[in-house]
């Protein structure tokens, strides 16, 4: 099929569409991954690093830890995501995924605060700045090539296998990986051993994900769009200093799309505090709340992440049918009652009623993460080809940099461990509602992933706009 600037877009085959969606996957899964594994150890790595008088006090600050490192995400997304834009979303992905592993690897080295003082927990915080940064990297990538080389057909099931499935795999993973950590060093080795090795295990997982990445090939549409851009005539409209339109976080800023994203930001607001408020905080719930040991808690997760798959597939699935908007708006008003509840009878079981425990985990999970497994599409969908990777990338993790500081304001608020399951019902109540809100007040997106012709018009009218902010 021939575009606007004469290039001819090459279809993509079987094989590199199963790639691309693999590889995007994969490269999720890997970023949950190593997130997961603070979330799994957030009672070790308390006691560890950031000892204090009050257990909650010491859970609030190893969860403002890894709110800090969610804090680094926009600044990763914006930088990585013009790389996407400019160079390529596979390139992105090979870099910013190495960085995380090796990140991730070297928290196992730090010292504890009782070798190092303050050392120990400084370092640790440093660690955590640069993997948020590389992160938010990560975003950009593995978001955009999936969902722009699979057919139309396929989009919202890959939105739903990537956003929500991967975080669901690497979940797994991590579930998988506290299992057998646990195993090896039980008890008191877990504090001396144990939460280092989770750590270590990053750099072989990244070696792994490389592999797969190794094979994958560029997005056709980002290519195209490329071909096109590079055989355009002059823009009619430069931007304000001469030169092309705007791009990166320039054009978002500009009136074209701050609109856009601040609407955007509601929904992935929503939906990242419903995730982290379950998944992300259900092994310390289990641990402080239920009782459960590190087995138990990493098979009723195993269970939990296995769930997630299934259930996001279906979910994004159903938004290419359905609609994004009509899936997103059902089910935060499934959640707005559900979450709360789910989490109050979880807090009257005891941790030996294993089966009870790990039904209402696996329910939990699956409603909270199917709910924005179309969000990945839905903000693919919102910006053009040119910006995709960045408008992606910044509006995803400045959503889920807020989000993730949910888990901090529910372990602040707590004034004791007792406290918690109330506080986390209230929250998850405000949290959906804005999802609502969100999902209400955004207009339906499907089968808006323009063409790279569709992308320069998009461009001249966000250069336009941006000029005309400048006028006196």
Request: overall charge positive.
């Amino acid at each position: 099929m021939s575009t606007a600037a004469g290039a001819t877009r090459q279809e993509p085959t079987r094989g590199q569409i199963v790639s691309a969606g693999a590889g995007s996957l994969i490269g999720w899964a890997f970023d949950l991954f190593d997130l997961f594994i603070l979330l799994f150890i957030a009672g070790t790595l308390g006691q560890v690093l950031f000892p204090v008088h009050s257990p909650t006090l010491s859970l609030a600050s190893v969860y403002a830890s890894f709110a800090v490192s969610l804090l680094m995400r926009p600044l990763g997304g914006a930088l990585f995501g013009r790389l996407a834009d400019r160079r390529g979303r596979r390139l992105t992905m090979l870099v910013t995924v190495s960085g995380v592993g090796l990140a991730t690897a070297l928290m196992g080295v730090v010292p504890t605060y009782a070798a190092a003082g303050a050392l120990g927990p400084v370092l640790f915080v440093l660690l955590r700045l640069v993997q948020g940064l590389l992160v938010g990297g990560v975003v950009a990538s593995s978001h955009t090539l999936g969902t722009e080389t699979v057919p139309s057909r396929l989009r919202g099931l890959v939105s739903g296998l990537v956003g929500g499935g991967g975080a669901g795999l690497g979940a797994l993973a991590a579930s998988v990986l506290l299992l057998v950590v646990s195993a090896v060093f039980p008890g008191p080795e877990f504090l001396v051993w144990g939460w280092r090795v989770m750590f270590f295990a990053a750099l072989p997982a990244a070696a792994l994900a490389l592999v797969v990445f190794s094979r994958l090939q560029e997005s056709p549409m980002w290519a195209e769009s490329n071909t096109a851009a590079a055989g355009a005539p002059a823009i009619d409209h430069p931007g304000a200093d001469g030169g092309d339109v705007p791009t990166g976080v320039r054009a978002l800023s500009s009136p074209a799309y701050r609109r856009v994203v601040l609407t955007s930001l509601l929904v992935v607001f929503g939906g990242a505090a419903q995730y982290y408020l379950t998944s992300g905080y259900l092994p310390t719930f289990l641990d402080k709340i239920n009782g459960m040991d590190g087995t138990a808690r990493g098979m009723v997760m195993i269970w939990a992440s296995l769930a997630i798959l299934p259930a996001c597939t279906l979910a994004g699935h159903l938004s290419e049918r359905w609609g994004r908007r009509p899936v997103m708006l059902g089910a935060g008003a499934v959640n707005l009652v559900a979450l709360p509840f789910l989490v109050w009878v979880l807090s009257t079981l005891p941790g030996e009623d294993t089966v009870a425990v790990t039904v209402v985990a696996i329910v939990l999970a699956m409603l909270s993460n199917a709910a924005y497994a179309p969000v990945v599409i839905f903000l693919n969908e919102r910006f053009p080809t040119r910006i995709r990777a960045t408008g992606t990338a910044l509006t995803w993790n400045i959503g889920f940099a807020l989000g993730g500081m949910m888990t901090t304001v529910v372990s602040v608020a707590s004034p004791t461990v007792a406290d918690i399951p109330s506080r986390l019902m209230w929250s998850l109540a405000a949290v959906a509602a804005v999802f609502v809100v969100g999902a209400f007040v955004c207009p339906e997106t499907r089968g808006n992933l323009d063409p790279s012709a569709g992308d320069l018009h998009a461009g001249r009218r966000a250069g336009s706009a941006l000029i005309e902010e400048k006028q006196p």
